[in-house]
């Protein structure tokens, strides 16, 4: 079973701060995911990525294989980018049996 | 296609009493997943179908909990005889072949 490590596992920032939130993994894995979820339960996936970096608007993702590791980064941070930041792998590494997620870190931008 | 549809958003529920979730995938997908996730923490996997076929119900947290998908549509997660401790949100994800997941606003579950 792939075990997931976020951190931290809070974060308070000002706005403009640039963000990095780090994800390890334990299994080799055939992509991982960044997921976004707001009060009230929704997740949203931010990313898929199997290699290098993906970039959509200010967000960030990149990961190294070898090295089992993955940050997300927010550039220019805005109040509505508070949320919880999961990030989460397959649960046997490879497989499409589901994921094994991290605990999440908690992300407050302050005005 | 308005993407993954959970119903109830909340079931407030006795102790003892069964409940039943419904998850409604995009229609296109093949996958489909549930989860838990309890306060403070990533959700947990608790079984997914390819179709109609379970593929994966080890992890179902005891044998009160079972799902169904009948058609290979929609699918159902009923819990027996609630515990207090189910209570949770319960996430339904659904993906083609596991590339991608797109998630439900979930259930939240309280039991009293």
């Known amino acids: 079973k792939n075990e997931v490590e976020q951190s931290p596992q809070n974060l308070t920032a000002q706005e403009g701060e640039f963000i990095t939130i780090n994800c390890s993994y334990s299994?080799?894995?055939?992509?991982l995911h960044w997921l976004q979820q707001h009060p009230g339960g929704g997740i949203v996936s931010l990313f898929m990525?199997?290699?290098g970096k993906k970039k959509h608007g200010r967000l960030i993702a990149t990961i190294n294989i070898q090295e089992k590791h993955s940050s997300l980064h927010i550039t220019a941070s805005h109040p509505r980018d508070s949320a919880v930041y999961i990030c989460?792998?397959?649960?046997?590494?490879?497989?499409?049996?589901?994921?094994?997620f991290g605990k999440g870190t908690h992300l407050i931008i302050q005005p | 296609d308005t993407g993954v549809s959970q119903n109830p958003r909340h079931k407030i529920t006795k102790r003892g009493q069964n409940v039943t979730f419904r998850c409604d995938p995009i229609?296109?997908?093949?996958?489909l997943y549930w989860y838990r996730q309890t306060l403070g923490q990533g959700p947990e996997f608790l079984t997914y179908?390819?179709?109609?076929?379970?593929?994966?119900k080890s992890r179902l947290l005891s044998d009160r909990f079972s799902a169904e998908r009948p058609k290979g549509s929609f699918s159902t997660l009923e819990i027996q005889r609630t515990e207090q401790g189910d209570s949770a949100m319960y996430l339904c994800?659904?993906?083609?072949?596991?590339?991608?997941?797109?998630f439900g606003s979930g259930t939240r579950l309280t039991v009293v």
């Open positions: 179908f390819q179709n109609e076929a379970q593929l994966e």
């Open positions: 299994v080799g894995i055939s992509a």
């Open positions: 990525l199997s290699s």
């Open positions: 989460a792998v397959p649960y046997s590494g490879g497989g499409a049996d589901g994921l094994t």
């Open positions: 994800a659904s993906s083609f072949g596991g590339n991608g997941y797109t």
């Open positions: 229609s296109e997908h093949n996958r």
